[in-house]
T-cell receptor, first 113, second 113 residues
Framework: DTEVTQTPKHLVMGMTNKKSLKCEQHMGHRAMYWYKQKAKKPPELMFVYSYEKLSINESVPSRFSPECPNSSLLNLHLHALQPEDSALYLC????????????FGNGTRLTVT | SQKIEQNSEALNIQEGKTATLTCNYTNYSPAYLQWYRQDPGRGPVFLLLIRENEKEKRKERLKVTFDTTLKQSLFHITASQPADSATYLCAPSTPGGSYIPTFGRGTSLIVHP
């Protein structure tokens, strides 16, 4: 088991639904990340939070909305997604941004119907 | 633009042999480079980090080299075991102040008993 917990493990949603992905870590890390991974592709960076402030948004469509309520929690709010958004969504944390290794959760497998 | 290249074909080796995986990058000079292991349906797991001023790093059966002149990192697993079978991702840091790692597409390693 990883020290980064993601829920739910699987999610199926329609294009008109609103859902949220959750991520939690208790390692005292101050940087948290969302990555998206499609089959046989590398993880692609979506968002980075540093000290609970959004520091990087990799031009992600507004139907994905991140939130960092505190230093241990990271949410990804989903609304009006498209079938091509189906992927494995990975959360990661690190002590800080820069040369700190990333600790990943096992992801949420999202299917948009 | 920046580019990260890893062998797209799977690497098949016999148990007990040394596996060598290659990561080449172009058009930039990362401050550091990380290697991760990813098993199917799971998040990547950090293995090793090497900085631009380091030539080599070791951890148990793992060894990483970093040649900033060739713009290449090699990842070695000695005395390989079937349990080492996985996809190995190279992640050089991106330029700019945040130095967030960007992942290559990975090389699949299959160790045959």
């Amino acid at each position: 088991d990883t020290e980064v917990t993601q829920t739910p493990k699987h999610l199926v949603m329609g294009m008109t639904n609103k859902k949220s992905l959750k991520c939690e870590q208790h390692m005292g890390h101050r940087a948290m990340y969302w990555y998206k991974q499609k089959a046989k592709k590398p993880p692609e960076l979506m968002f980075v939070y540093s000290y609970e402030k959004l520091s990087i948004n990799e031009s992600v469509p507004s139907r994905f909305s991140p939130e960092c309520p505190n230093s241990s929690l990271l949410n990804l709010h989903l609304h009006a997604l498209q079938p091509e958004d189906s992927a494995l969504y990975l959360c990661a944390s690190s002590l800080r941004t820069g040369d700190s290794p990333l600790h990943f959760g096992n992801g949420t497998r999202l299917t948009v119907t | 633009s920046q580019k990260i290249e890893q062998n797209s074909e799977a690497l098949n080796i016999q148990e007990g042999k040394t596996a060598t995986l290659t990561c080449n990058y172009t058009n930039y000079s990362p401050a550091y480079l990380q290697w991760y292991r990813q098993d199917p349906g799971r998040g990547p797991v950090f293995l090793l980090l090497i900085r631009e001023n380091e030539k080599e790093k070791r951890k148990e059966r793992l060894k990483v080299t970093f040649d900033t002149t060739l713009k290449q990192s090699l990842f070695h697993i000695t005395a390989s075991q079937p349990a080492d079978s996985a996809t190995y991702l190279c992640a050089p840091s991106t330029p700019g102040g945040s130095y967030i790692p960007t992942f290559g597409r990975g090389t699949s390693l299959i160790v045959h008993p």
